[in-house]
């Protein structure tokens, strides 16, 4: 379950930039997938 908490603590602030990264948004997925 530590892995799961450790991919929570990384998408929060991810969750609170995410305006920031819209002009990125067509990375998200790839992103996602390297996690």
């Known amino acids: ?3 799961d908490q450790g991919k929570l603590a990384l998408l929060m602030p991810l969750l609170l930039l995410t305006p920031l990264l819209m002009p990125l948004s067509p ?3 790839l992103l996602l997938r390297a996690l």
Do not use: T
């Open 1 to 3: 379950m530590d892995m």
């Open 27 to 29: 990375l998200l997925p």
